[in-house]
C-alpha cells in the first residue's frame, strides 16, 4: 500500500494476555517507529529501528514490551503479560531518514487501540 | 536526551483571530524540529520542519513556526485560523545524532466562530 498499515485497528484483551501489534512502513523506508498515545497526553516514544542497525529501545516502559523488525520491513510489537495501563493507542511511523533524498518526516498509521480490561 | 515542553494544553480562540501555540525544546548542539497535527479521528501529518537554513519555516494551511536558538523555542503562529484548523497540535524535536524524534504532549486548539 502507499501508506504505513497497522492491524489491528482495535483490540480488546483481559489483563495478562499476551498481544500482537503489527505495522506494515512504507516500502523502502529504512526507519521505523513505534510510539504510544494515551488518552489525553501525547506521544510516548517506545523504540526506533533504523536499517540494520541496533534499535533504540530506550523507550520501552518495561522488559514486558519489546518489538522486532523481520528483513527491515514488517515490525511486531509485543505486549506480554498486559496490564489495565498498556491501554493506549500504539503508533507506528516510518521515514525515509534525513541522509540523500530523506526529509526526516514520519508517516503514521492510524494506529492500533489496545483496550486492557 | 531531548525534551519538548508545550506549556499549553488547550487554546481557544476565535475564527479569523490570530494564534501563536508555543514549544519549546531542551537546548542541544544540533536539533531538527517539527510540528505535527492530528485532525479529530485522523493520523498525525507533517505541518512543517526546521531542519537547518532560515529559522522562518512556513508550513501547510497557512501556519508558519520560527526557530530561535536563543530561547530554545519553536513556536507555530497563524494570522488568521479557520474552523477546520480545529486539532491537535504536536511539537516535536529530533537530536540530529540520535534520529528518535522527541514528543511534546500537544496542544489542542479549538476554533470558535
Known amino acids: 500500500g502507499a501508506g504505513v498499515s497497522q492491524s489491528p485497528s482495535n483490540k480488546v484483551t483481559e489483563k495478562g494476555k499476551d498481544v500482537e501489534l503489527r505495522c506494515d512502513p512504507i516500502?523502502?523506508?529504512?526507519?521505523l517507529y513505534w510510539y504510544r498515545q494515551s488518552l489525553g497526553q501525547g506521544l510516548e516514544f517506545l523504540i526506533y529501528?533504523?536499517?540494520?542497525?541496533?534499535?533504540?529501545k530506550s523507550g520501552l516502559p518495561s522488559d514486558r514490551f519489546s518489538a522486532e523488525r523481520t528483513g527491515g520491513s514488517v515490525s511486531t510489537l509485543t505486549i506480554q503479560r498486559t496490564q489495565q495501563e498498556d491501554s493506549a493507542v500504539y503508533l507506528c511511523?516510518?521515514?525515509?531518514?534525513?541522509?540523500?533524498?530523506?526529509?526526516?518526516?514520519?508517516?503514521f498509521g492510524e494506529g492500533s487501540r489496545l483496550t486492557v480490561l | 536526551a531531548q525534551s519538548v515542553t508545550q506549556l499549553d494544553s488547550q487554546v481557544p480562540v476565535f475564527e479569523e483571530a490570530p494564534v501563536e501555540l508555543r514549544c519549546n525544546y531542551s537546548?542541544?548542539?544540533?536539533?531538527?524540529l517539527f510540528w505535527y497535527v492530528q485532525y479529530p479521528n485522523q493520523g498525525l501529518q507533517l505541518l512543517l520542519k526546521?531542519?537547518?537554513?532560515?529559522?522562518l519555516v512556513k508550513g501547510i494551511n497557512g501556519f508558519e513556526a520560527e526557530f530561535n536558538k536563543s530561547q530554545t523555542s519553536f513556536h507555530l503562529r497563524k494570522p488568521s485560523v479557520h474552523i477546520s484548523d480545529t486539532a491537535e497540535y504536536f511539537c516535536?524535536?529530533?537530536?540530529?545524532?540520535?534520529?528518535?524524534?522527541?514528543f511534546g504532549s500537544g496542544t489542542r486548539l479549538q476554533v470558535q466562530p
Open positions: 511511523a516510518s521515514s525515509g531518514g534525513l541522509a540523500g533524498a530523506g526529509t526526516g518526516e514520519l508517516f
Open positions: 516500502s523502502g523506508h529504512t526507519a
Open positions: 529501528f533504523q536499517g540494520n542497525s541496533a534499535p533504540d
Open positions: 537546548s542541544s548542539v544540533s536539533v531538527y
Open positions: 526546521y531542519l537547518s537554513g532560515s529559522t
Open positions: 516535536a524535536a529530533m537530536d540530529t545524532g540520535r534520529r528518535a524524534l522527541t
